[in-house]
C-alpha cells in the first residue's frame, strides 16, 4: 500500500523522541551509591534542554535486583533503594511540567522467585497461584522435563523439591516464567496496567513480549501460538481509548512478522524494539561473546530493510544503545581519537531516519564502552552466569574478559557523567558499579561547555524530528547501498526532499554522489558546518563528517 502521509493520524510519540533512563546508574541521591528516583527529578532540567518527549524508565518495582529490577517482588511498589510512591507520583508530575512523560517498563513474561504469587505457587501445588506459573513433573529418567537451557547460564528448568515439580524460568531461577494461558494471570496483569495508567503514566515498555505466547512442550518460546491473542487481549482490556505508547521488545521479530505486532489495523502496539543490526555483529555460532568486525554494508542492510519493509504500515523504532548493550560509540564509532564527531555522525544517520529514536542515558555525551581487567568488577547475572559456564568449559579469563568487554551488558551501565568532580557527580559515596575512568574528561558538564559538543548536536536532532513532518514522515530511499564507508539516504514529502550523507570511517573520502544526491538547499544540521547547503558531483568528506541538507525537488 503506497505510504501517504495524510492517511496517518500524527500521534504525540510521532514528534517525540525518547530517552531511556537506567535508574541504578543515573543520578544518587542520598550517597548510597545507587540511583534513585529523587535523583533522576533532580536532573530533569537536563532532559527538557535536550527537548525529549518521554522517558523509557528500566524498572524502579520492589525487587530482590537479581537482574537489577526485571525481577518484580510487587507489581505495585517501588523498590526502596529508588525511593518511594511519592516519588514516583512527583517524578511524573514534574516530568509533565516540562512536556516529558513516563514511559514504564513492563515486565510480565516472568516475575522474580520473590513474588507473593510465587511464594504461594511453589508452596502448594493446590495452591490459586501455582497456575500462575508453568510447572512440570520430572521427565521419565526423574530429571528435568527437557534439557532447556536459561539465558543467563544452567538449566531452564528448576526443581523444587517440596512439591516435587520443576519450574520454568527462561532467564534464570530467580526470574520464573508466568503462565499467560491461565485468565486469572492476565487478569491480574491488566488491572494492574491500569492501575499505573491511571497515574498519569505515558504509556509501557515491554520486556521480551515475544516470549508470552510460548508452548514449553513443543519447545516454541519465541513468537509462539498465543502471543497475538494476548496482546490483542491487552489492547481490549488496557489500551483502547487511552493516548499512551506501547513499545514491545521482540529479539525474534523480523521484517515478516513486524507487521503483526505494529500494523495498522492489528490493535497491538505502537512499535517494536528490533535487534536485527545488533545481531548482525555477533559470531553466528558464538554468539554475542564472540562479536564480528562492523561491516558497514550490513549493518545498512539491515537498517534499509526495515525502513522499506515498514514503510507504508508500521512504525519503526531507532536504537542503537541500551542497557543490555555495550555503548554504541565503542562498538560503531572511534572511542578515542574521533570520539566527538564520530558520536554526531552516527546520530545524524540514525536519528532523521523514519521512526520513533531512542537515546540511551549518556549517549548524548559520547560515553564509552568500560575497560575493566578483572572479573571481580562486573555486576551483571548474565555476565557472571555465562563466566561460570564458560570457566567449566576451559575458557580462559583472559578470552572471557575481552568478550565482556565488547559486548558485556556492564559496558551501559557503568554510572552517569554529569561533571568532572569526586563521583563523577552520580554519587558521593562509592558508586554500585564502578565510574568509566575517563568521566575527568567525558562528562555532561565538560560536553556542553564546548557549546558544539555531542548534546548540542543531539538537540538539533530532537527539535528536527519534532519540527519537521519532512523528517517524521518524508519516505526513505536508501542510495551508495554497497559502499563500505558512506550511509546516504534520502527523505521524501511532496516537495521536500532531506539528504543525508555520512562518511562513517576515519578516512577522508571523496564521494562518488549520485545524481539524486547533488542538490542545493538549506543546511539542517552537519558535524563540521562544511559544504554549506551544497553537495556537487565528487564532495570530500572528512573522517566522521555527516550532513543533512534540506531541498526543494
Ligand atoms: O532483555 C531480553 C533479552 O533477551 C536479553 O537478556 C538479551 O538476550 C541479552 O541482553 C542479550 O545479551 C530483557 C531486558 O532488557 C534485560 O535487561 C533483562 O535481563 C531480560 O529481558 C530479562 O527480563
Ligand atoms: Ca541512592
Redesign the pocket.
Given at each position: 500500500m503506497p505510504y501517504d502521509p495524510a492517511q496517518v493520524t500524527e500521534r504525540w510519540w510521532h514528534k517525540a523522541t525518547g530517552y531511556q533512563i537506567y535508574p541504578r546508574s543515573f543520578a544518587d541521591s542520598n550517597g548510597d551509591g545507587v540511583g534513585d528516583i529523587p535523583g533522576i527529578v533532580s536532573r530533569l532540567d537536563h532532559l527538557a534542554d535536550l527537548g525529549v518527549g518521554f522517558v523509557w524508565l528500566?524498572p524502579v518495582y520492589a525487587s530482590p535486583m537479581a537482574?537489577?529490577g526485571?525481577?518484580i517482588a510487587d507489581y505495585r511498589a517501588i523498590a526502596p533503594e529508588f525511593g518511594t510512591l511519592e516519588d514516583f507520583d512527583r517524578l511524573v508530575a514534574e516530568a509533565d511540567a516540562r512536556g516529558i512523560r513516563i514511559v514504564m517498563d513492563l515486565?510480565v513474561?516472568?516475575s522474580s522467585d520473590h513474588h507473593a504469587w510465587f511464594r504461594a505457587a511453589r508452596a502448594d501445588r493446590t495452591s490459586a497461584f501455582h497456575d500462575f506459573y508453568i510447572w512440570r513433573d520430572p521427565g521419565p529418567d526423574g530429571g528435568p522435563p527437557d534439557d532447556a537451557m536459561a539465558?543467563?547460564g544452567g538449566p531452564a528448568w528448576h526443581w523444587v523439591p517440596e512439591i516435587g515439580r520443576y519450574y520454568y524460568g527462561h532467564?534464570s531461577a530467580g526470574?520464573p516464567d508466568l503462565n499467560w494461558d491461565n485468565p486469572a494471570l492476565r487478569a491480574e496483569i491488566w488491572d494492574m496496567m491500569r492501575w499505573w495508567l491511571d497515574r498519569g503514566i505515558g504509556g509501557f515498555r515491554m520486556?521480551?513480549i515475544s516470549l508470552i505466547g510460548k508452548d514449553v512442550d513443543a519447545r516454541i518460546y519465541e513468537e509462539g501460538p498465543t502471543l497475538h491473542q494476548h496482546l490483542q487481549e491487552m489492547h481490549r482490556e488496557v489500551i483502547a481509548g487511552r493516548d499512551i505508547v506501547t513499545i514491545g521488545?521482540s529479539?525474534s521479530v523480523s521484517t515478516e512478522t513486524a507487521q503483526l505486532y505494529c500494523g495498522r489495523d492489528r490493535d497491538e502496539l505502537d512499535m517494536v524494539f528490533q535487534f536485527n543490526h545488533v545481531v548482525e555483529g555477533w559470531d553466528p555460532v558464538l554468539g554475542?561473546w564472540a562479536p564480528r568486525p562492523v561491516d558497514l554494508v550490513a549493518l545498512k542492510r539491515v537498517f534499509n530493510r526495515w525502513q522499506i519493509a515498514l514503510s507504508g504500515d508500521g512504525w519503526n523504532s531507532l536504537f542503537l544503545s541500551?542497557?543490555?548493550?555495550p555503548r554504541h560509540l565503542s562498538r560503531y564509532g572511534d572511542d578515542t581519537v574521533y570520539r566527538v564527531d564520530s558520536a554526531k555522525a552516527i546520530a545524524t544517520v540514525l536519528h532523521l531516519m523514519k521512526g520513533t529514536p531512542f537515546i540511551y542515558q549518556g549517549e548524548e555525551i559520547g560515553m564509552t564502552n568500560a575497560a575493566f581487567t578483572s572479573i571481580g568488577q562486573y555486576r551483571d547475572?548474565?555476565t557472571l552466569g555465562h563466566y561460570a559456564d564458560q570457566m567449566a568449559r576451559g575458557v580462559s579469563e583472559a578470552d572471557f574478559i575481552a568478550g565482556a568487554n565488547a559486548?558485556g551488558?556492564d559496558n551501559a551501565r557503568t554510572p552517569m557523567q554529569w561533571d568532572g568532580g569526586p563521583g563523577a557527580g552520580f554519587t558521593t559515596g562509592t558508586p554500585w558499579l564502578e565510574l568509566n575512568p575517563n568521566y575527568t574528561s567525558i562528562n555532561v558538564a565538560a560536553d556542553r561547555a564546548t557549546g558544539d559538543g555531542v548534546f548540542a548536536h543531539y538537540r538539533r536532532l530532537v527539535g528536527l524530528r519534532r519540527d519537521d513532518a519532512l523528517v517524521r514522515h518524508g519516505r526513505y530511499t536508501p542510495h551508495l547501498v554497497e559502499d563500505p564507508d558512506i550511509f546516504a539516504y534520502t527523505r521524501t514529502l511532496g516537495d521536500a526532499r532531506l539528504i543525508v550523507v555520512a562518511n562513517l570511517s576515519g578516512e577522508e573520502i571523496t564521494v562518488d554522489l549520485p545524481g539524486e544526491l547533488q542538490v542545493t538547499g538549506e543546511p539542517l544540521i552537519s558535524t563540521h558546518g562544511a559544504h554549506d547547503g551544497a553537495l556537487g558531483p565528487a564532495p570530500v568528506f572528512r573522517p566522521w563528517e555527516a550532513v543533512a541538507i534540506r531541498a526543494e525537488r
Open positions: 528500566s537482574d537489577n526485571y525481577d515486565v513474561n516472568h539465558c543467563f532467564f526470574q520486556d521480551v521488545e529479539w554475542k541500551n542497557h543490555d548493550l547475572i548474565e559486548n551488558r
